[in-house]
């Protein structure tokens, strides 16, 4: 006997939220919250809400599902923020990390399929020691329980057309190694107006860039001896203008 449509839908709709876990589905500009997958690619968990453990699939490269419609391009000036909504809250410990990549030649930022060393990092965060719960010192994020993202794009990049990558690495049951949860999307912008002084560098690729047993995705946050300043986030360094 089949399920009732409307209980599937329920239970669709339901069990992401009892979950906890979260989506990075609307792009934030100049006070405008776009409607759900607007100028982001439609990401592989937009139901489940579930995370990404294998970070040797390609889906590390946009989260994205297969077969999305073009989601269109945001033309955005540089030095400008932007920024994601999250649907959920950022339940879970860890770092918070942006990439950009330009298009190749020939392609846009709608047609490019985000393969090869073409992804480098403009922000990431990193842990401090927070005073709660006391007195027992632990790791404390930036982001733990946000529901909005933001980023400035670099006002020295080359204008053109790039993916804006957000990525949520959560590590609370990472002493498991492999059980690093990996959250995000990407935007597809046209970034105007760019100074054009910044040589973005290093370049990382999806996959790639990460290994299941490095020292920022096999660790156990829950440990007092590990020291938040040595949080080694994974990836390359950040590139700055
Ligand atoms: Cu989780």
């Known amino acids: ?22 989506t990075f589905q609307n792009l934030l500009y100049k006070g405008v919250k776009f409607p ?33 419609p073009n989601p269109g391009t945001l033309t955005v000036k540089a030095g400008d923020t932007v920024g994601f909504n999250v649907d959920g809250r950022i339940i879970h410990e860890g770092p918070l990390v942006w990439y950009m990549a330009r298009a190749p030649t020939g392609k846009t930022a709608a047609t490019m399929d985000g393969s090869g060393p ?49 990525e949520h690495i959560a590590i609370h049951i990472a002493f ?30 999806f996959p790639g860039a990460y290994r299941t047993d490095e020292p920022g995705l096999f660790l156990n946050v829950h440990d007092n001896w590990v020291q938040p300043d040595r949080y080694q986030v994974p990836g390359p360094p ?4």
């Open 36 to 68: 759900d997958y607007t100028f982001i690619r439609r990401t592989f968990n937009h139901i489940s809400h579930f995370p990404l453990f294998d970070l040797n699939s390609t889906t590390m490269r946009c989260f994205e599902d297969e077969n999305i």
């Open 176 to 205: 498991l190694e492999g059980q690093h949860e990996f959250f995000g999307a990407c935007a597809q912008l046209k970034i105007t107006n760019g100074l054009g002084t910044g040589a973005p560098w290093p370049f990382a690729q």
């Open 118 to 166: 073409i992804w480098f990092k403009i922000n990431q965060t990193t842990p401090y020691i927070g005073t709660t719960p006391a007195p027992i010192e632990r790791f404390t994020w930036p982001h733990y329980n946000a529901t909005e993202v933001h980023i400035q794009i670099p006002k020295c990049i080359p204008s053109g057309e790039y993916l804006l990558r957000v």
């Open 1 to 22: 006997m089949l399920a009732p449509l409307g209980l599937m839908v329920a239970l669709a709709t339901v069990v992401p939220t009892a979950m906890g876990h979260y």
């Open 238 to 241: 950040v590139w700055t203008c």
